[in-house]
């Protein structure tokens, strides 16, 4: 049998853990399962945040410096769309759009997400297998001081700001676990969570029911890579969204929320870390693809220790 990993991830900071994993990893031994809860309709187009990113990282083209979207994207189309006196909150690139229209004409043409997403990666020749989590619909909710926000509105429109006061995950209890998914969880040599928000990007799969089911029963170890750097979120809510929820902005936080299912933690250099779980330490700012691959090292070789 050929050995196998899988990772569970968000967007952004999820997309470096994954790239570095790719990186020491044979091709086609890993499963990338991405959060598909900030998913959501703009213009009738399906957009999906996580996936794309994911995409763009593993296939070379993501945009360095915004930190987000392709590299060397053009914006004709936001001119057009302002110039009509459209909303402008959310940015669409002209390339990215192609990616919202495809998936759009082949979802009405009766394809899920996973097969479309599968696709994609392969057009663009990536060494892995990318699920979304599912190919129902499950929408992330943040209950803010400003009141109840669908998710881009709370991230991308109101960048945050908004206290949260509780996240919610709509159509979670129906949706069902794309296929492959707990297969990749179940029958693996480890499962690693990348340091996506905790609470915001991997919550969502968690809120699957049989995902987490899958996270318990799996005889694979399953190691997460702390998204804090010296108590500070690399990017992004985290640290913020944490107080706001009245926790410390520590591991040790993180580690409780995902619970008894997760059997190691890396964390950065000398920052705290509880000593309920097993832990590796490494510099785990990750810019260069050096750093990515490094951390995703100190992750495998924790993992290589852990039996359940
Ligand atoms: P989003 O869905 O695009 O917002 O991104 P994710 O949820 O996947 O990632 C956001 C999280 O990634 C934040 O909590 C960051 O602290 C974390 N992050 C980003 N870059 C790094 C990094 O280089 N190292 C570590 N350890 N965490 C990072």
Same mark, same amino acid.
């Given at each position: 049998?050929?050995?196998?990993?899988?990772?569970?991830?968000?967007?952004?900071?999820?997309?470096?853990?994954?790239?570095?994993?790719?990186?020491?990893?044979?091709?086609?031994?890993?499963?990338?399962?991405?959060?598909?809860?900030?998913? %959501?309709?703009?213009?009738?187009?399906?957009?999906?945040?996580?996936?794309?990113?994911?995409?763009?990282?593993?296939?070379?083209?993501?945009?360095?410096?915004?930190?987000?979207?392709?590299?060397?994207?053009?914006?004709?189309?936001?001119?057009?769309?302002?110039?009509?006196?459209?909303?402008?909150?959310?940015?669409?690139?002209?390339?990215?759009?192609?990616?919202?229209?495809?998936?759009?004409?082949?979802?009405?043409?009766?394809?899920?997400?996973?097969?479309?997403?599968?696709?994609?990666?392969?057009?663009?020749?990536?060494?892995?297998?990318?699920?979304? =989590?599912?190919?129902?619909?499950?929408?992330?909710?943040?209950?803010?001081?400003?009141?109840?926000?669908?998710?881009?509105?709370? %991230?991308?429109?109101?960048?945050?700001?908004?206290?949260?006061?509780?996240?919610?995950?709509?159509?979670?209890?129906?949706?069902?676990?794309?296929?492959?998914?707990?297969?990749?969880? =179940?029958?693996?040599?480890?499962?690693?969570?990348?340091?996506?928000?905790?609470?915001?990007?991997?919550?969502?799969?968690?809120?699957?029911?049989?995902?987490?089911?899958?996270?318990?029963?799996?005889?694979?170890?399953?190691?997460?890579?702390?998204?804090?750097?010296?108590?500070?979120?690399?990017?992004?809510?985290?640290?913020?969204? =944490?107080?706001?929820?009245?926790?410390?902005?520590?591991?040790?936080?993180?580690?409780?929320?995902?619970?008894?299912?997760?059997?190691?933690?890396?964390?950065?250099?000398?920052?705290?870390?509880?000593?309920?779980?097993?832990?590796?330490?490494?510099?785990?700012?990750?810019?260069?693809?050096?750093?990515?691959?490094?951390?995703?090292?100190?992750? =495998?070789?924790?993992?290589?220790?852990?039996?359940?």
């Amino acid at each position: 049998m050929s050995t196998r990993f899988t990772v569970l991830t968000g967007g952004v900071g999820g997309a470096k853990l994954v790239d570095g994993l790719t990186r020491i990893l044979p091709p086609h031994s890993l499963t990338a399962i991405v959060n598909t809860g900030d998913d %959501f309709r703009h213009f009738g187009l399906p957009i999906s945040p996580d996936i794309d990113t994911l995409l763009y990282t593993l296939s070379g083209q993501s945009n360095q410096e915004l930190g987000w979207g392709r590299e060397g994207e053009t914006w004709n189309f936001m001119a057009v769309l302002r110039s009509l006196g459209e909303e402008d909150w959310f940015n669409l690139g002209d390339g990215d759009l192609a990616l919202h229209i495809l998936r759009g004409a082949a979802l009405a043409a009766g394809d899920s997400l996973s097969v479309i997403t599968a696709r994609f990666a392969k057009a663009w020749g990536l060494p892995l297998s990318v699920l979304p =989590m599912s190919d129902d619909s499950v929408a992330t909710w943040v209950a803010t001081d400003e009141g109840l926000l669908p998710f881009q509105r709370y %991230f991308v429109e109101h960048r945050c700001a908004p206290k949260v006061q509780m996240v919610r995950f709509e159509g979670s209890a129906e949706a069902q676990p794309a296929p492959g998914v707990i297969s990749a969880i =179940m029958a693996c040599e480890a499962v690693f969570i990348a340091p996506s928000n905790p609470w915001l990007s991997v919550d969502p799969l968690l809120s699957i029911a049989a995902i987490r089911t899958a996270l318990e029963e799996t005889r694979a170890p399953v190691v997460a890579v702390s998204p804090l750097i010296t108590g500070k979120a690399v990017k992004g809510p985290t640290a913020k969204l =944490m107080a706001e929820l009245g926790l410390d902005v520590t591991n040790a936080a993180i580690a409780y929320h995902y619970g008894d299912w997760l059997d190691g933690l890396v964390v950065h250099s000398e920052d705290d870390a509880p000593d309920t779980l097993a832990i590796a330490r490494t510099n785990t700012l990750m810019i260069s693809p050096d750093d990515r691959e490094r951390v995703a090292r100190a992750a =495998m070789d924790l993992a290589a220790q852990l039996t359940r």
